[in-house]
């Protein structure tokens, strides 16, 4: 059974950073393209970033890229997310989501606040 | 970037109507359409994709239809599980984007 599993998540204050990591089973990871996807508190969903399934392209949304960096370890099975320099409004739910988006995570809450 | 407008943004109904959703692209997205389902709590699941390919283990009162720049996401007959937001994506053009949700609550 397809499993994925958010960890890292938690309070930082404003300017800091924080990793996100994503557990995946039970399928070969090595496989499939990436992605993270936000969502704030009450608000819809914002895709965050993709990465493909060997970790050579990345893309991201523009409003994260040069913040936030996605990236990936295929022989852990596990997908990441650095987002440095937070700011009160990255306050969300993360999500990673696999592939055509088959499958998600259960979500990890990150709160920046002071 | 490819803005998506959802309407209506609530519907209110009862079980066993039927419901029409409606996504319109700002520039055509061809079929690289998806639209999910999200429960308070949960993850958003996916529903549709390309448009109008069924995710495995979806039922049958739900359907998507369309391509270019509308779409549309049809329940055929409301069940008590499926009041939730749904929310389109397109998959066409990066950035990746969705749409604002439209709540389907009951009446």
């Known amino acids: 059974e397809v499993h994925l599993v958010e960890s890292g998540g938690g309070l930082v204050q404003p300017g800091g950073s924080l990793r996100l990591s994503c557990a995946a089973s039970?399928?070969?990871?090595?496989?499939?393209?990436m992605n993270w996807v936000r969502q704030a508190p009450g608000k819809g969903l914002e895709w965050i970033a993709y990465?493909?399934?060997?970790?050579?392209?990345?893309y991201y949304a523009d409003s994260m890229e040069g913040r936030f960096t996605i990236s990936r370890d295929n022989v852990n099975n596990s997908l990441f997310l650095q987002m440095n320099s937070l700011r009160h409004e990255d306050t969300a739910v993360y999500y990673c989501?696999?592939?055509?988006?088959?499958?998600w995570g259960q979500g990890a809450l990150v709160t920046v606040s002071s | 970037e490819i803005v998506l407008t959802q309407s209506p943004v609530t519907l209110s109904l009862s079980p066993g109507e039927r419901v029409t959703l409606s996504c319109r692209a700002s520039?055509?997205?061809?079929?690289?359409l998806a639209w999910y389902q999200q429960k308070p709590g949960q993850a958003p699941r996916l529903l549709i994709y390309?448009?109008?390919r069924r995710t495995t283990g979806i039922p049958a009162r739900f359907s998507g239809t369309g391509s270019g720049t509308d779409f549309t996401l049809t329940i055929s007959s409301l069940e008590p599980e499926d009041f939730a937001v749904y929310y389109c994506?397109?998959?066409?053009?990066?950035?990746?984007?969705f749409g604002g949700g439209t709540k389907v609550e009951v009446k």
């Open positions: 994506q397109q998959r066409s053009t990066w950035p990746l984007t």
């Open positions: 039970g399928f070969t990871f090595s496989d499939y393209t």
């Open positions: 989501a696999r592939g055509i988006w088959d499958y």
């Open positions: 520039q055509s997205v061809g079929t690289h």
């Open positions: 390309d448009a109008s």
């Open positions: 990465i493909s399934s060997s970790g050579v392209i990345e």
